[in-house]
């Protein structure tokens, strides 16, 4: 069974995006990210792919979910098919349509249908947010890993990793690893 990883970055304090949706304060240096791509090289947007120089294979993810707001984010820059290198599915009760015929609507049962692309066969499934979406699958025991960027500064408020209550749960820590610039990469199995 395909496993579903909540890959995302947050502060310390448990935010991943200002109320805005804009995330200021995130690391930005280069060679963080040429080492977070070379082992994530599927979590770059396909329009930024040739910009960075990211030519590798897709070594852990072949399917992303995104929320509205998540997915809403690249569709204010004109960008209507962000993982193009990935099979895409846009989780929305709100929209009718989807913007682009290579990223698929889910509208309603998104537990249910999340639940069917587990047991397909193919490579992990990349959760990329946003904080509705991982509160709706968290509820309902589909992630499987939490992998954490962890950013070194405190952003007050913002979006939660969660946005509701969630059970408390054990987490294992599989693997870390600590960048130059103070980030953390906390990858975590769910208990």
């Known amino acids: 069974m395909r496993e579903l990883t909540y890959y995302v970055a947050c502060s310390v304090d448990g935010f991943i995006a200002h109320p805005d949706g804009s995330h200021g304060g995130f690391a930005q240096d280069s060679d963080y990210f040429a080492a977070l791509f070379a082992a994530f090289p599927e979590t770059v947007p396909s329009h930024l792919r040739e910009v960075m120089g990211v030519t590798a294979e897709n070594k852990r993810f072949d399917a992303v979910l995104m929320g509205r707001k998540t997915y809403e984010i690249g569709l204010k820059e004109g960008v209507t098919s962000p993982y193009s290198h990935l ?10 349509n989807s913007p682009d015929e290579r990223v ?3 509208s309603d049962r ?9 047991r397909k066969s193919g490579k992990d499934i990349w959760l990329c947010g946003g904080a509705n979406l991982a509160t709706a699958l968290f509820t309902h025991g589909l992630i499987d890993r939490l992998i954490l960027k962890l950013n070194p500064f405190l952003m007050g408020s ?10 408390q749960t054990a987490l294992a820590l599989s693997d870390r690893k600590i960048y130059d610039n103070g980030v953390l990469l906390l990858d975590y199995r769910v208990k």
């Open 87 to 96: 099979k895409q599915y846009l989780f929305s009760r709100s929209m009718t």
């Open 104 to 106: 698929e609507l889910v």
């Open 110 to 118: 998104a537990a249910e249908r999340v639940a069917t692309l587990k």
């Open 158 to 167: 913002g979006i939660p990793l969660f946005s509701d209550v969630i059970q």
